[in-house]
Structure formats: C-alpha cells, structure tokens
C-alpha cells in the first residue's frame, strides 16, 4: 500500500530529536551532543536535515495529491517557498552560529517551527493512510472511521483544523527570513550545496545489508534481450528518495561477475545537478580508455567516444542524474548509439521527469530496506557486528531507532556513527 511509506520516509530520525518525546527535551538533547567538527554543532545539522526532508516531502507527487484532496495544497505550496528561502541561509548560519549567539537563537526558532511543521505532515499523512484503509477496507466510511480516528476528530474538515496551522507557521518563517539581514545571512553560491555530491564512485561497500530481490530483478534486465529497444542501448532506472540506497544497489550491479563478464566495456559517472556535457562525456571516456586524451571541444570528444564504443556491448551508469532537460540527454547519448545492440545505461535518480519523457510510464520506486535487514546495518555501525545477539540490552533501543529512522539506509548509518561510542542503554 503506497500510502503506508509517506510517514515511514520520514528522515527526521536522521536526527536524533524523535528520541525524546518533547521539543524542549529533544533541543537540549541536540545541543549537547558533538557531530561532524566543532563548527558544526549537533543542533544546526538536525535543522539542516530536518528541513531538506521536510521539502523533500513536501515535493512527493503523491503526498501533494493528498494534500490537494485535502484542500491545503496551495497553503503547502506557500510554506515550502518560505522554507526553501531559508534553507539556503543555513549553510552560512552554520559558519556564524558558534561566533554569534543570535544566529544559534534563529536556528532554535527555526528547529521548532521545522517540528511543528513534521506535526501538520504527519497529520496529513495519517488522513491520507485513513482514507486508503477505507476504500480497500471495503467497509462502510463510518465503521472504519470509529477504528483508526476518534470519533471527536471526525466532525471537522483537516483543512479547517491545519490551515490556520500553516498560515501562522508559514508567517513565522517569513519572520525569520526577513531577519536575515539583521543577522548577517547570506546565499552562499546562489544556493546550498554537498560538499560531498558528486563524489560517489563504483567501488562495493563494506557495509551492504540485504537489496537480494531488487539486485536480481535489474539483474535479469540487464543481462536479458532487449527487443523491445529500438535503439542498440536501454535504459535501466533506479527511482528513489534520497538516502534510500539508489547508488548501492548500481554497485551491486555494476560490480556483479556476471556483469563483468557480459558487457565489453563499463563506465561510471557521478552526473549530480551540474549536467555538463562536455564533463559528463571526458569522465567516461577516460573510464574505458587507458590512454589520457585532452580534447578542446564537445565534437573532437563525441568522436572519439563514437568510436569507443562502436559495436561494443556496453554499460554505462549516469548516477545521481538531476536533470530534466531532453535537449541535453540527447546531446550526452548520440556517441552510445554506435554500441551493439544490448548495451545498457544505469540511470539513479530522484527525479521522475525525464524517464517519463523517454517513455517510461511506470517506474518502481526503491523503497528502504526490510526491518531485519535495517537492523543489521544499524548494528554493524553503531556495533561493529550484523546483529544485536551479543548486546540483547541495547536490541529494544536498536528496533526503536530503526524503525523511526523508516528504515531508511543513510539515517541508519548516520545515527548508528554517532552511537558507536555509546554502549550502554543509557548512553
């Protein structure tokens, strides 16, 4: 059931702040606790990811299509501007907030209001979970209603009960923007930026948990016929949110023997969201040529890459692929068109857009990993070991932090890091 991952996707266990029940508790908890460098306190790297999830939720399509049921889209669509405005000073703030305490205090307002926010998401989430339960219940709307919702909740729109809620919310933020000149916030490079986007490569990781079923399902398409191509190479997406494991699972493929042993020629390229062309086709040209090549231009390169490959069965993974723009894809592929027939490219995405354009109707979104296998990886990084058979007292706090984590492969490695110091249930 669809509706059933829209709070389970959920990234806010990346940060530690849903494991104590109250706002105040979870802030002093946050503030206190080291994370990446002294710079970076634990307190502003909860709001920055608390409030790229938020956005991120609040750009699923099938979260919007609830919430335009629901009557509050347009109230949603206006706080996620403000909230985008203000996620681009938070690279700034991060550098100012240990020197000026007002800064620290502006993270503060913006960490709460980034939970109230959580609060009305998950309300409509749970709404929207309630609905898809009654009509694949097959039972009357008010039988199912006294089972999932209290009864004085069942008198009153969600649109009149939250839209207040986010016009105030969507005030304060306002507020807090406009407070950016006070305070010295600036847009760092037009936007906030990873440092470590763009850095992914194909080796296997240590650490891989589960992701069997999916691997041999891509696998079957990437070593099967491909008839149903009219150009020599086919594209194989993998579809998912952020964190989900979309780069792991292509290592998996991309690493595979049989892989190895099917294709010609491989070659792997970070694209992240600078689609440059040009870039994009030297790194894999110097992927599947020994040689060092400089090229001056786009032509000189296309034709050196056409002839690379040219009758050669070939794989090729575009990952973390950002773009919508036909125009460019086209330009990237016109070199693999000289490939033999069965050549593959491995696109990982978040972004549906231009699967849709190539004519992919349907796509598999990658969903997070099973509770035994999310379990696992938790225990190899905050442990050192796959399980919790030699630390039974700590198994309770594991399954609780994994499931509020969604089960979700980066938030499990990233709290299970800063837990591996912390050994006793207390701890």
């Given at each position: 059931m669809k509706l059933l991952t829209i709070k389970q996707r959920t990234f806010s266990a990346l940060i530690l702040s849903h494991l104590h029940s109250s706002h105040t508790k979870q802030t002093n908890y946050l503030l206190t606790f080291p994370f990446y460098s002294s710079l970076l306190t634990m307190a502003d790297a909860a709001v920055a990811a608390l409030v790229k999830i938020i956005i991120q939720k609040l750009a699923d399509e099938v979260f919007k299509e609830y919430a335009r049921a629901q009557g509050i889209h347009s109230e949603l669509e206006n706080l996620g501007r403000e909230l985008s405005l203000i996620q681009a000073l938070l690279h700034d703030a991060s550098e100012k907030e240990v020197t000026e305490k007002s800064v620290g205090l502006w993270l503060n307002s913006l960490q709460h209001l980034a939970y109230d926010i959580e609060d009305v998401l998950d309300d409509v989430a749970t709404e929207a979970m309630r609905l898809e339960l009654t009509q694949e219940s097959g039972a009357s709307t008010s039988k199912v209603k006294k089972l999932i919702v209290p009864t004085c909740c069942t008198n009153f729109s969600l649109s009149h009960s939250l839209s207040p809620k986010i016009d105030s919310i969507t005030i304060e933020l306002q507020r807090l923007y406009k407070a950016k000149a006070e305070?010295?916030?600036?847009?760092?490079?037009?936007?906030?930026?990873?440092?470590?986007?763009?850095?992914?490569?194909?080796?296997?990781?240590?650490?891989?948990?589960?992701?069997?079923?999916?691997?041999?399902?891509?696998?079957?398409?990437?070593?099967?016929?491909?008839?149903?191509?009219?150009?020599?190479?086919?594209?194989?997406?993998?579809?998912?949110?952020?964190?989900?494991?979309?780069?792991?699972?292509?290592?998996?493929?991309?690493?595979?023997?049989?892989?190895?042993?099917?294709?010609?020629?491989?070659?792997?390229?970070?694209?992240?969201?600078?689609?440059?062309?040009?870039?994009?086709?030297?790194?894999?040209?110097?992927?599947?040529?020994?040689?060092?090549?400089?090229?001056?231009?786009?032509?000189?390169?296309?034709?050196?890459?056409?002839?690379?490959?040219?009758?050669?069965?070939?794989?090729?993974?575009?990952?973390?692929?950002?773009?919508?723009?036909?125009?460019?894809?086209?330009?990237?592929?016109?070199?693999?068109?000289?490939?033999?027939?069965?050549?593959?490219?491995?696109?990982?995405?978040?972004?549906?857009?231009?699967?849709?354009?190539?004519?992919?109707?349907?796509?598999?979104?990658?969903?997070?990993?099973?509770?035994?296998?999310?379990?696992?990886?938790?225990?190899?990084?905050?442990?050192?070991?796959?399980?919790?058979?030699?630390?039974?007292?700590?198994?309770?706090?594991?399954?609780?932090?994994?499931?509020?984590?969604?089960?979700?492969?980066?938030?499990?490695?990233?709290?299970?890091?800063?837990?591996?110091?912390?050994?006793?249930?207390?701890?």
């Open positions: 305070l010295g916030l600036t847009v760092k490079d037009g936007k906030e930026r990873d440092p470590n986007r763009g850095n992914e490569t194909s080796l296997l990781e240590s650490d891989v948990v589960g992701r069997e079923g999916e691997k041999n399902i891509l696998l079957k398409k990437l070593l099967g016929g491909d008839g149903s191509s009219k150009e020599n190479f086919s594209i194989v997406p993998i579809v998912g949110m952020g964190g989900v494991g979309k780069t792991t699972l292509a290592r998996l493929l991309y690493n595979d023997p049989e892989v190895k042993d099917h294709f010609q020629l491989k070659a792997w390229v970070c694209v992240s969201d600078d689609f440059d062309v040009f870039k994009i086709s030297q790194t894999i040209f110097q992927d599947v040529n020994v040689e060092k090549t400089e090229f001056k231009d786009l032509n000189q390169l296309q034709k050196a890459l056409t002839e690379q490959f040219k009758g050669k069965r070939f794989l090729l993974v575009l990952d973390d692929v950002w773009t919508e723009n036909y125009e460019n894809w086209e330009k990237l592929v016109l070199p693999f068109h000289s490939g033999a027939p069965g050549s593959k490219i491995i696109m990982t995405t978040r972004k549906k857009e231009l699967l849709r354009i190539l004519g992919f109707d349907h796509l598999d979104l990658l969903e997070s990993l099973s509770p035994e296998d999310a379990l696992s990886l938790f225990a190899f990084h905050a442990l050192g070991v796959d399980s919790f058979d030699s630390y039974p007292t700590l198994r309770e706090k594991g399954e609780a932090i994994v499931k509020k984590c969604g089960t979700l492969p980066l938030a499990l490695k990233a709290i299970g890091r800063l837990l591996r110091t912390k050994t006793t249930p207390e701890k």
